[in-house]
């Protein structure tokens, strides 16, 4: 499986932006698929995560009632709707897929076993 992210961008605080991870290959039931994002100098973080069979979602504290995860079966694609910005959300925007998720460690980047490029978003302040 290979993974494209798109949709990044300059946004000023308070705007909205959504990523787009097109999927390349076929995902099965057992996968799960992820948004992280890095700042600079900073650690890679997990952002949210989609189960592919179920679509059940987990968003991370920092980013839950602002960013939505969701996905689209019949286009292999995942999106993030990102609302309500901050500068803090500045970062590059990964997204990851697990062949074999289950529910356990998603929110660790050594859990996943592809990476798209990533995506880089800007929010000015």
């Known amino acids: 499986v290979q993974l494209q992210a798109s949709g990044g961008g300059l946004v000023q605080a308070g705007g909205s932006l959504s990523l787009s991870c097109a999927a390349s290959g076929r995902i099965g039931s057992s996968y799960a698929i992820a948004w992280f994002r890095q700042a600079p100098g900073k650690e890679r973080v997990f952002v949210a995560v989609i189960r592919w069979s179920t679509g059940r979602t987990v968003h991370a504290d920092l980013v839950k009632g602002r960013f939505f995860i969701s996905k689209d079966n019949a286009k292999n694609t995942v999106s993030l709707q990102m609302n309500s910005l901050k500068p803090e959300d500045t970062a590059v925007y990964y997204c990851?897929?697990?062949?074999?998720?289950?529910?356990?460690?998603?929110?660790?980047?050594?859990?996943?076993?592809?990476w798209g490029q990533g995506t880089l978003v800007t929010v000015s302040s």
């Open positions: 990851a897929a697990d062949r074999f998720a289950d529910g356990t460690y998603y929110y660790l980047p050594r859990t996943y076993d592809y």
